[in-house]
């Protein structure tokens, strides 16, 4: 069998189609599988470092006011309907699976045109517009989350999936992660990260908060790689010194001794954060991006706050004594605790993958 896997911009879109790709390898040991994205997005790298071949369209977004802008992005949409049908007829792909961001959408619909059997999967709680758009002449929508099936027209072709995480983040020896970041066992772990590039207003908040945590406790802030020494230089200025139980870094590549290490991770509410800490039963306090579309970050944050795995603080009220405020208010209650980690254990779906594997089985 052949699939054709689309989706890109930024990780959000892309490790769940390496996730499904990666499981269709695991059942699957001769399926040709071919990724389809842009130059300019985040998959131009991820995808051959997973071990897959990327090609790529002409694809633009579209800008909510109407502009000369406009005109041009309208152009290369048709570039874009041109790109993907000259790869889908090299190619002669069985199955097209899509996993949203504007890539999307001209191979989708090509293939819709083309009458390819096609699947989508939406990461968020709020469907972002081009899976709005394609759920309607797709043959199955795959989503994350129970709520997003409102915004879907028919819900006869609408399953829930979860989103697909990686299988290496459910597999990690505690005291071994513990050992390789320069940890204690005996001490609770804070952890904070903003993604790759780092969150500005939360390493400065955890700088902030630093004024108020005791010895006994372990916070590690993972910066992002552009805003290192900007924090750094933060501590110098609040005349913070860096203690034993306090560790600074820039990134890590293996976010799987993060969510073994973690007893309350603060952080972001992309989509597939939220599946990594529902997988690995890690309570959360999350601060949603406000810079995102649709403001999704927030209704995905919002769902697990109704199901009691994690606790929202809008970065609009953020700063360190309210942070502060918020893990003291679930250290001090071990039996809270507990509960955000069940309920985000109850809330994840380890084999979406598999379910989804399922789906595209369907479709044969």
């Known amino acids: ?65 109407i502009s000369l802008d406009t005109i041009k ?79 879907f027209h028919n819900k006869d072709k609408v399953y ?42 939360i390493n400065e908040c955890m700088v902030d908060l630093l004024k108020y945590i005791n010895d006994d406790v372990q916070i590690l802030i993972i910066t992002g790689k552009n805003q290192y020494d900007t924090v750094i230089k933060m501590m110098k200025d609040y005349d913070i010194g860096i203690k034993d139980n306090i560790k600074i870094i820039p990134y890590c590549y293996n976010m799987e001794d993060i969510y073994a290490v973690a007893d309350i991770m603060i952080c ?28 999704h970050q927030e209704y995905n944050a919002r769902v697990l706050e109704k199901n009691g795995a994690a606790l929202i603080i809008l970065e609009k009220d953020l700063s360190g004594k309210i942070l502060y405020d918020k893990i003291n208010s679930i250290l001090k209650n071990p039996v809270l605790l507990e509960k955000m980690k069940v309920s985000a254990k109850k809330m994840s779906k380890v084999n979406a993958a598999n379910d989804i594997y399922k789906l595209i089985n369907k479709l044969k």
Do not use: W
């Open 1 to 65: 069998m052949k699939y054709l896997m689309t989706g890109g911009g930024t990780g959000g879109h892309i490790y769940p189609a390496i996730a499904i790709a990666n499981e269709i390898r695991r059942n699957e040991n001769d399926a040709d599988i071919l990724f389809v994205g842009t130059e300019k997005g985040l998959e131009k790298e991820l995808v051959p470092k997973s071990g897959y071949v990327l090609r790529t369209i002409r694809v633009k977004g579209f800008k909510r006011k």
């Open 73 to 151: 992005t309208v152009k290369i949409a048709f570039d874009g309907l041109f790109d993907a049908r000259r790869i889908i007829n090299e190619f002669k792909p069985d199955i097209v699976i899509g996993t949203g961001g504007y890539v999307c959408g001209p191979v989708v619909m090509m293939a819709v045109l083309k009458h390819i059997p096609t699947l989508i999967h939406e990461q968020n709680a709020f469907p972002g517009i081009t899976n709005r758009i394609l759920s309607r002449f797709v043959n199955i929508v795959a989503t994350a989350f129970e709520d997003s099936k409102k915004y």
């Open 160 to 201: 829930v999936t979860g989103n697909p995480v990686r299988l290496e983040i459910l597999n990690v020896n505690k005291d071994q992660a513990l050992k390789k970041l320069g940890l204690v066992q005996d001490k609770k772990v804070i952890v904070s990260v903003g993604g790759s590039r780092g969150a500005a207003k």
């Open 268 to 295: 972001r509410s992309g989509a597939i954060t939220l599946a990594e800490l529902t997988a690995t039963k890690t309570a959360s306090i999350l601060i949603p991006s406000p810079n995102v579309t649709h403001n």
